[in-house]
């Protein structure tokens, strides 16, 4: 029984994965340009012929596994800095399975000298069958541009009646962000399983569903999409600081 969407086998393409990190940013960023203290920088448009770089860029490349027992692992990453992100960061995942959920924390530690923009996320693609149903409670929705951008801020049950609970498929396309969630969404599949998302730290909520798809993701992340653009900004970690973000999805019948 998979209660997130089962990678194919032999796949090494972290969009085929039941999860994958977002670091050192979560979502988009308009064009891959941005500007901190006065400078500018591009990005890699890393997302095929999408306008914008998108999740960062941890989860293109490859971690390495620092302990592993039988339901428990620690990923590690370095960047030491490039045109489009000068400042050098050391992330780490630290994954746990129990017989009734999954925990992962990401943290990220700015290894440079200067102040580094910041944000993390998880990409967790949920299951979907026709029954299945969504709550969450949260305060706003933010409607998207025609290129997927936050574009304007309505009730946050604009899309789905997620605060009483709603069916999760539908015709068209959602991929848009909430803010002011309370950092727990739950999720009960047709067939008896309630699946409950926690994330404490995770200001953000955002809702992927394909139309007429098998799948659809709910991504906890620490900031709206193109932060770094918005007068909102994003989070600055100081040099030689930490970032932390976990994840938890419980399993029980119902």
């Known amino acids: 029984m998979a209660l997130l969407r089962r990678a ?15 670091v050192p940013y979560a979502n988009r960023i308009a064009h891959g340009r941005y500007s901190v203290d006065g400078r500018s920088y591009q990005l890699p448009l890393n997302f095929g012929d999408h306008p914008h770089s998108i999740h960062g860029f941890g989860w293109q490349r490859p971690w390495h596994v620092l302990e592993q027992s039988g339901h428990d692992v620690r990923l590690e990453q370095t960047h030491d800095g490039d045109a489009g992100w000068p400042w050098a960061w050391r992330a780490q995942q630290h994954v746990r399975l129990s017989e009734d959920a999954l925990d992962v924390t990401l943290l990220v530690q ?12 998880f990409h967790p693609y949920f299951a979907l069958d026709g029954d299945t149903m969504l709550r969450f409670h949260a305060d706003t929705l933010w409607l998207s541009s ?5 574009e304007r801020e309505v009730p946050a049950d604009a899309l789905g009646d997620w605060s009483q609970g709603a069916r999760v498929t539908g015709d068209s396309l959602i991929d848009n962000v909430h803010g002011g969630w309370d950092h727990v969404a739950v999720v009960d599949r047709g067939d008896g399983i309630r699946l409950t998302l926690t994330a404490e730290g995770s200001d953000w909520l955002h809702v992927f569903r394909p139309p007429a798809g098998d799948f659809f993701c709910l991504e906890p992340v620490s900031h709206m999409p193109d932060a770094i653009n918005r007068p909102e900004g994003m989070a600055m970690l ?6 932390s973000l976990s994840m938890m999805v419980a399993v029980r019948e119902i």
């Open 8 to 22: 194919p086998q032999d796949s090494h393409d972290p969009l085929d994965m039941a999860s994958f990190p977002l």
């Open 110 to 121: 700015n290894l440079g000298d200067s102040p580094m923009p910041c944000g993390l996320g």
């Open 146 to 150: 025609p290129d997927m951008l936050p």
């Open 238 to 243: 100081a040099p030689g600081a930490t970032q």
